[in-house]
């Protein structure tokens, strides 16, 4: 049991509320910078005859180590602009997350942000909210997901490092991967052993290995959208 005086914040506990009112408007259909840090700014990806009004998916894609959004936009942009959901893509403020640096703390600030400047232009589908990474963007996507499971529905991992999980919430579905050939992050001390402990912590798990070096995968993404949106179950 932890002790209750921990800080909700440098635990990764997010302020964000997906029900705020909109109070402003939509913007177009594409790639569109959200204006809200000189550096490094969110980016989101608007599919084209969105309805502001209209529940929408929400997925937020977390770059790995040393990335930024333009080199793991490829990872789900596609699927955002074909399948109809809003993709969020943040950017850490130093090479990598914060939470891989020191812990919590501008990141999730930053995200905070990010995320309430969506809710206040579209209207979000409370039951597809989606936290996706890849590397340390994985690792961060694992650990604030399950952290933040009052909102976030859906996490999806590729090929994370590691989880740091100090407060849990909710009960989101895990999409787990992991290629077989890693030897950046070797499987068996990431995605074998936080499949373990996902699964003995009751999550519903999907988990997937693949033959693949530490790199996200085209096919497995095109599936973790599909366990995403309900349409598909991986076998």
């Known amino acids: 049991m932890l002790d209750g005086a921990l800080d909700p914040g440098l635990a990764g506990r997010l302020s964000f509320t997906p029900d705020a009112p909109r109070t402003r408007p939509a913007l177009p259909a594409g790639r569109n910078d959200l204006g809200l840090f ?72 930053r995200l905070d942000q990010a995320l309430a400047e969506v809710a206040a232009r579209y209207t979000l589908d409370p039951a597809h909210i989606a936290f996706a990474g890849h590397s340390d963007g994985g690792s961060y996507a694992l650990s604030l997901g399950l952290t933040n499971g009052r909102f976030v529905t859906h996490v999806i991992v590729s090929s994370a490092g590691f989880m740091s999980v100090h407060l849990q919430e909710g009960a989101p579905r895990v999409f787990l991967s992991h290629g077989i050939e890693d030897t950046q ?42 366990f995403f949106l309900n349409d598909a179950a991986p076998a």
């Not at 333009?70 to 789900?76: D, T």
């Not at 499987?187 to 999550?203: E, N, Q």
């Not at 085209?218 to 959208?225: E, F, K, T």
């Open 38 to 109: 000189a550096e490094r700014d969110a980016l989101l990806v608007v599919p084209e005859g969105i309805d502001p009004a209209a529940p929408t998916p929400l997925m937020v894609l977390f770059h790995g180590g040393g990335g930024s959004a333009q080199k793991i936009l490829p990872m789900m942009e596609q699927h955002a602009v074909s399948r109809g959901f809003l993709l969020l893509v943040p950017q850490s403020l130093f090479p990598t997350w914060d939470i891989v640096i020191a812990g919590n703390g501008p990141d999730r600030e």
């Open 185 to 226: 992050i070797p499987i068996d001390r990431s995605g074998r052993a936080h499949a373990r402990l996902l699964k003995a912590a009751g999550y519903d798990l999907t988990y997937m290995e693949y033959h693949g070096p530490h790199a996200w995968q085209p096919p497995v993404a095109a599936l973790s959208v599909g």
